[in-house]
Nanobody, 125 residues
Framework: QVQLVESGGGLVQPGGSLQLSCAAS????????MGWYRQAPGKQRELVAT???????DYADSVKGRFTISRDNAKNTVYLQMNSLKPEDTAVYFC???????????????????WGQGTQVTVSS
């Protein structure tokens, strides 16, 4: 059983900063791509940022230059540093990861996509 647990959300004023964290736990052999998505009320879930095992990153145009995604493979954790926050960044933020849960190195890969439960980010004065 694998779990992704987000933390770090909250209420912040426009122009402020927040850092989200997402820790994966359980039987983890290897974590491939990780990412952050968000869903605002009445809107579809959208990609915010992704990071590969090799630390290649990609961002939605709306957050480029303001958000930074990073990961700590030793801690099975992905982070999202959010600066210069705007009211339109208000949403529930979800982390996502593709994880291989094989029991041993000699076993076949078992790769599935996992989601966290979400953390609310509200940008308001």
């Amino acid at each position: 059983q694998v779990q992704l647990v987000e933390s770090g959300g909250g209420l912040v004023q426009p122009g402020g900063s927040l850092q989200l964290s997402c820790a994966a736990s359980g039987r983890i052999f290897r974590i491939y791509g990780m990412g952050w998505y968000r869903q605002a009320p009445g809107k579809q879930r959208e990609l915010v940022a992704t990071i590969t095992m090799s630390n290649i990153v990609d961002y939605a145009d709306s957050v480029k230059g303001r958000f930074t995604i990073s990961r700590d493979n030793a801690k099975n954790t992905v982070y999202l540093q959010m600066n210069s926050l705007k009211p339109e960044d208000t949403a529930v933020y979800f982390c996502n990861a593709r994880i291989d849960t094989r029991a041993t190195q000699l076993a076949y890969a078992v790769v599935n996509e996992y989601w966290g439960q979400g953390t609310q980010v509200t940008v308001s004065s």
